[in-house]
């Protein structure tokens, strides 16, 4: 998707949650609205991934999907719409334990993880990712997170944010005291929907990019 305009125009690979992309149209929109170029694949389908066995994609498929989204940043780098020194790549929920491990390699210039995937079930094998992706040489992440998550619990959350800060990754943190998960899932019986903090997380994401513009 692309703002009105030849471009080219900052981008943003947007991350799906493991409820997968049927969510994803009015975040997406969102950023179209603020002037950037989105690119939004789909990380299950190739892998018949559900939301029901979603942790394979942090485990067993963790690694090609990895690579499936080191071949799209570089399509987006070769798209003439898109300014290929101003990407940058925003998740939700499943979707932020990739941001970093595009922010672990450094080929974004930031990422936000909004009620993102920091850990899960042992059977899961995630190991110690996805701080594990994240060192010193890592480009900025910003974690923006639910007081009253009750998918990705603040207080485990808390240990992969400490082991990020060991590495020496440069991460940055605000917690919303209101919200849980999916606060932008407007309509979902599961999640409660909080309109405040979905329009506050969108800014706080532009401003962090904004930020990380070359």
């Known amino acids: 998707a692309y703002p009105a305009g030849s471009g080219p125009f900052p981008a943003v690979i947007a991350l799906h949650t493991a409820g997968g992309l049927r969510?994803?149209?009015?975040?997406?929109?969102?950023?179209?609205?603020?002037?950037?170029a989105v690119y939004a694949p789909d990380?299950?389908?190739?892998?018949?991934?559900?939301?029901?066995?979603?942790?394979?994609?942090?485990?067993?498929?963790?690694?090609?999907?990895?690579n499936e989204l080191l071949e799209i940043i570089n399509l987006m780098k070769s798209d003439p719409k898109v300014d290929?020194?101003?990407?940058?790549?925003?998740?939700?929920?499943?979707?932020?334990?990739?941001?970093?491990?595009?922010?672990?390699k450094a080929v974004v210039n930031a990422g936000v993880s909004q009620y993102g995937v920091w850990g899960g079930k042992r059977r899961w094998e995630m190991g110690d990712n996805p701080a594990g992706y994240l060192s010193k040489s890592s480009t900025p992440i910003l974690?923006?997170?639910?007081?009253?998550?009750g998918t990705q619990k603040l207080y485990?959350?808390?240990?992969?944010?400490?082991?990020?800060?060991?590495?020496?990754?440069?991460?940055?943190?605000?917690?919303?005291?209101?919200a849980g998960h999916a606060w932008d899932r407007?309509?979902?019986s599961k999640y409660e929907y909080n309109e405040e903090v979905t329009k506050d997380s969108h800014k706080r994401t532009i401003e962090f990019f904004k930020k990380y513009m070359k």
Request: charged share 20%; with cysteine.
């Open 43 to 66: 990380m299950f389908k190739r892998h018949h991934i559900t939301g029901r066995t979603r942790g394979d994609a942090f485990g067993i498929n963790s690694e090609e999907i990895g």
């Open 84 to 104: 290929k020194n101003n990407i940058f790549s925003a998740g939700y929920s499943a979707g932020g334990f990739f941001v970093c491990f595009l922010a672990g």
């Open 156 to 178: 485990k959350v808390k240990y992969a944010w400490e082991d990020v800060k060991d590495r020496g990754a440069p991460l940055e943190i605000y917690v919303y005291p209101g």
């Open 186 to 188: 407007e309509g979902n």
């Open 143 to 149: 974690a923006l997170h639910g007081k009253n998550d």
């Open 23 to 36: 969510h994803m149209g009015p975040l997406i929109q969102q950023f179209v609205d603020s002037g950037f």
